[in-house]
Nanobody, 130 residues
Framework: QVQLVESGGGSVQAGGSLRLSCAAS????????MGWFRQAPGKEREGVAV????????YYADSVKGRFTISQANAKNTLYLQMNSLKPEDSAMYYC???????????????????????WGQGTQVTVSS
């Protein structure tokens, strides 16, 4: 089955940048929706960004538009989340997840439906200080 391993988290000051990576292996389908989620203590898990591995489809939560960028490596086995202009409210555990879409355009709505994602990594901590 698909295995996901996140890395790249850390502690930064407000306004700084981090790039998270998600190494994926064990694909059993040709295409996936790949998502980044985050969860802060006492808060619900939030969909941050979603990408369709077949290309052409990306989604961003309103809270991160213009600051975060989701992308995949040329080899298509690594997912990235570039985070710029970080704010203290971005502090959370960040998780990489994979889902099998009915069709590529469905990925844009999957951020609001975490149960669609069958596979999850263990998370990487991001802490933004003020």
């Amino acid at each position: 089955q698909v295995q996901l391993v996140e890395s790249g988290g850390g502690s930064v000051q407000a306004g700084g940048s981090l790039r998270l990576s998600c190494a994926a292996s064990g694909y059993t389908s040709e295409r996936y929706c790949m998502g980044w989620f985050r969860q802060a203590p006492g808060k619900e898990r939030e969909g941050v960004a979603v990408l369709y591995t077949g290309g052409g489809i990306t989604y961003y939560a309103d809270s991160v538009k213009g600051r975060f960028t989701i992308s995949q490596a040329n080899a298509k086995n690594t997912l990235y989340l570039q985070m710029n202009s970080l704010k203290p409210e971005d502090s959370a555990m960040y998780y990489c997840a994979a889902a099998t879409p009915a069709w590529g355009r469905a990925c844009s709505g999957y951020a609001a439906d975490p149960p669609r994602f069958r596979y999850w990594g263990q998370g990487t901590q991001v802490t933004v200080s003020s």
